[in-house]
């Protein structure tokens, strides 16, 4: 019991420390519910409207197409101004347009092309929403519980990926996809309040010592990556990952409807699955509370790993076993990098250097997702995840093999690590 008590109060430390992140933590759950549960249902939409997988990759491309052309600056654009104002425009602006995208959808009046419209408006708020919304943890919680928030940020986001494709299969089954749209469009209202209750006297101040241009401050950006060879690491093996492994939006709806055969039930709970994983592994990364190499790469391996199991599936409950296994190792890796790299980031380059992280994960997503959408038309889903598999495992070789043979790796890296985190 003793055990027990001690493991839980270092998991939920943030929680319990900080009233800021409490309250952002409670909004966060339902207002990224509603948000899953749109995800699910735009994606099952565009493949109901259009019948084609190559139509389900367009609308990757068009959600994360803005990162590929605005999101070099997000991160030098937040460096400069108020992270929790900054995400109360942001949440308002994408309540909006989800609200529009209910009114299309319960009026049967939407196109594909205002599918698409909406969706790349949506993106292109996200290229400033991102790096501002792991800024703002940085104030709330500070440098020594950082990891413990990044990961309970990543429990969040998973126990939302429960909940809300599994609310979405049985929404979308009973009256449509557009009262999962009005969902989505309501749960802002959540986080917009716990963002309006905030004390903003208890946020950690962060040094910004000058306000760059774009294109200066995106350079600055760009020459502390060059110089660290953590930041090189964890983006160039996120580059891979992102375009071409993570994309589950494009890979599940083919694989519960076409490889499996099965309607929107078995696909919310084909995504519920992998949230699940995804939320033990991020509970896990809690209780460590620590941002190590090896726990990264082993996250890594294993997820890359578990879609190369996915690819001879023909049963859904062997699918939901592997996507569990599946989730639980992409939060050990991306909960990781996450932390590692913006405890290795002076203050003053943590916006811009977050930046070009969400430039790594979205901004060569709208190519990966075509490029996913072309095998799964050539080799469907069986052809798609074995690519994907096999690409992970290069990256992880590739990434160890930095950062043990390169030259001048291990001492830079030994001098950029705290002692507790190798």
């Known amino acids: 019991m003793t055990l027990l008590r001690l493991v839980g109060g270092r998991t939920f430390k943030s929680l319990s420390a900080h009233r800021n992140y409490r309250l952002f933590f409670v909004g966060q759950v339902v207002s990224v519910s509603g948000t899953w549960m749109q995800n699910v249902a735009l994606y099952w939409y565009v493949l109901t409207l259009t019948h084609s997988p190559v139509a389900v990759g367009v609308l990757s491309f068009c959600r994360f197409g803005p990162f590929t052309v605005l999101g070099l600056f997000g991160g030098t654009i937040a460096?400069?101004?108020?992270?929790?104002?900054?995400?109360?425009?942001?949440?308002?602006?994408?309540?909006?347009?989800?609200?529009?995208?209910?009114?299309?959808?319960?009026?049967?009046?939407?196109?594909?092309?205002?599918?698409?419209?909406?969706?790349?408006?949506?993106?292109?708020?996200?290229?400033?929403?991102?790096?501002?919304?792991?800024?703002?943890?940085?104030?709330?919680?500070?440098?020594?519980?950082?990891?413990?928030?990044?990961?309970?940020?990543?429990?969040?986001?998973?126990?939302?990926?429960?909940?809300?494709?599994?609310?979405?299969?049985?929404?979308?089954?009973?009256?449509?996809?557009?009262?999962?749209?009005?969902?989505?469009?309501?749960?802002?209202?959540?986080?917009?309040?716990?963002?309006?209750?905030?004390?903003?006297?208890?946020?950690?101040?962060?040094?910004?010592?000058?306000?760059?241009?774009?294109?200066?401050?995106?350079?600055?950006?760009?020459?502390?990556?060059?110089?660290?060879?953590?930041?090189?690491?964890?983006?160039?093996?996120?580059?891979?990952?992102?375009?071409?492994?993570?994309?589950?939006?494009?890979?599940?709806?083919?694989?519960?409807?076409?490889?499996?055969?099965?309607?929107?039930?078995?696909?919310?709970?084909?995504?519920?699955?992998?949230?699940?994983?995804?939320?033990?592994?991020?509970?896990?990364?809690?209780?460590?509370?620590?941002?190590?190499?090896?726990?990264?790469?082993?996250?890594?391996?294993?997820?890359?790993?578990?879609?190369?199991?996915?690819?001879?599936?023909?049963?859904?409950?062997v699918a939901a076993l592997i996507l569990f296994a599946c989730g639980a190792f992409f939060t050990s890796y991306t909960s990781n990098s996450n932390a590692r790299i913006q405890l290795d980031t002076p203050d003053h380059l943590r916006g811009r250097v977050l930046g070009l992280y969400y430039y790594a994960w979205n901004g060569l997503a709208p190519v990966g997702g075509l490029i996913v959408g072309c095998l799964l038309s050539v080799g469907g889903t069986e052809l798609t995840f074995a690519v994907a598999g096999l690409a992970g495992l290069s990256m992880v070789a590739a990434g160890a093999l930095a950062l043990t043979r390169g030259t001048g790796v291990q001492p830079a890296l030994r001098a950029a690590l705290p002692s507790r985190a190798r």
Not at 159 to 167: D, E, H, K, M
Not at 175 to 185: K, L, M, P, Q
Request: with cysteine.
């Open 79 to 317: 460096d400069r101004l108020d992270n929790r104002r900054t995400i109360m425009v942001t949440q308002a602006i994408q309540m909006v347009l989800s609200g529009i995208l209910t009114v299309l959808a319960l009026g049967g009046h939407a196109q594909i092309w205002m599918v698409y419209a909406i969706a790349t408006a949506m993106g292109t708020v996200l290229v400033l929403d991102a790096p501002t919304r792991q800024a703002l943890t940085f104030q709330m919680v500070g440098r020594d519980e950082l990891p413990n928030a990044v990961a309970l940020n990543s429990s969040l986001f998973n126990l939302a990926r429960i909940t809300g494709p599994a609310l979405a299969g049985i929404v979308i089954g009973a009256v449509g996809v557009g009262w999962c749209f009005a969902a989505n469009t309501a749960s802002f209202l959540a986080v917009l309040t716990s963002l309006a209750l905030m004390r903003t006297a208890e946020l950690f101040t962060v040094a910004r010592p000058n306000h760059p241009s774009l294109l200066r401050g995106t350079r600055e950006g760009f020459a502390y990556v060059r110089t660290s060879r953590t930041a090189m690491v964890i983006l160039g093996m996120m580059v891979v990952f992102a375009s071409v492994c993570f994309n589950f939006n494009i890979m599940l709806p083919v694989l519960a409807r076409e490889t499996l055969h099965q309607g929107p039930r078995v696909f919310g709970l084909l995504f519920a699955s992998f949230g699940a994983g995804a939320l033990v592994g991020a509970l896990a990364s809690a209780a460590v509370a620590r941002a190590r190499w090896k726990t990264m790469l082993i996250g890594a391996t294993g997820f890359a790993l578990c879609e190369l199991a996915l690819a001879p599936v023909r049963s859904a409950p």
